[in-house]
Every structure is written in structure tokens, then in C-alpha cells.
């Protein structure tokens, strides 16, 4: 299981926007609004790092109001 943590900047007045757009991607097992340099923190999980990147490109950048991603990927200890 691939996991990771994608933090999201919107476009100014389409926060409501994009989380209620994220919120129907079954991958993202949570989302959370910030404040700060990004607007939203969204846990994904998938089967692999392929399948992640693919959700990550093809789901949440193609979201209409979604200006800029950075993702994070987990590990195991």
C-alpha cells in the first residue's frame, strides 16, 4: 500500500470548490482545510506508487481551481 500526503493551493474563493471536488476522490482518505501557504492536506492511499501518482495527476491537478500540488510520500520504520 502506497500512501501520501498531498498538500494543495487553491485559487483564491474556490476553496469550497476544489474540497467539495477532492471529497468525491475515492483514494483520499482524509482531507483537512489549512491556513498558511496551502489551503488543503489530503491523505491518499493506493496500491502502489504508480496508482498514487495517477491519482495525484489525473484526479487532483485536473480539478478546476487547483493552482499547485506538493506531495509527500510515507514509509514504513
Same mark, same amino acid.
Given at each position: 500500500?502506497?500512501?501520501?500526503?498531498?498538500?494543495?493551493?487553491? &485559487? @483564491?474563493?474556490?476553496?469550497h470548490?476544489?474540497?467539495?471536488?477532492?471529497? $468525491?476522490?475515492?483514494? *483520499?482518505?482524509?482531507?483537512?482545510?489549512?491556513?498558511?501557504?496551502?489551503?488543503?492536506?489530503?491523505?491518499?492511499? &493506493? @496500491?502502489?506508487?504508480?496508482t498514487?501518482?495517477?491519482?495525484?495527476?489525473? $484526479?487532483?491537478?485536473? *480539478?478546476?481551481?487547483?493552482?499547485?500540488?506538493?506531495?509527500?510520500?510515507?514509509?514504513?520504520?
Amino acid at each position: 500500500m502506497a500512501v501520501g500526503f498531498v498538500l494543495i493551493s487553491a &485559487a @483564491p474563493a474556490k476553496e469550497h470548490d476544489v474540497y467539495n471536488e477532492l471529497l $468525491k476522490v475515492a483514494e *483520499i482518505v482524509e482531507l483537512h482545510p489549512l491556513f498558511g501557504e496551502y489551503d488543503l492536506i489530503a491523505k491518499l492511499e &493506493a @496500491p502502489d506508487f504508480d496508482t498514487l501518482g495517477h491519482v495525484i495527476v489525473n $484526479k487532483i491537478r485536473s *480539478i478546476n481551481g487547483v493552482v499547485d500540488t506538493k506531495t509527500l510520500t510515507g514509509t514504513k520504520f
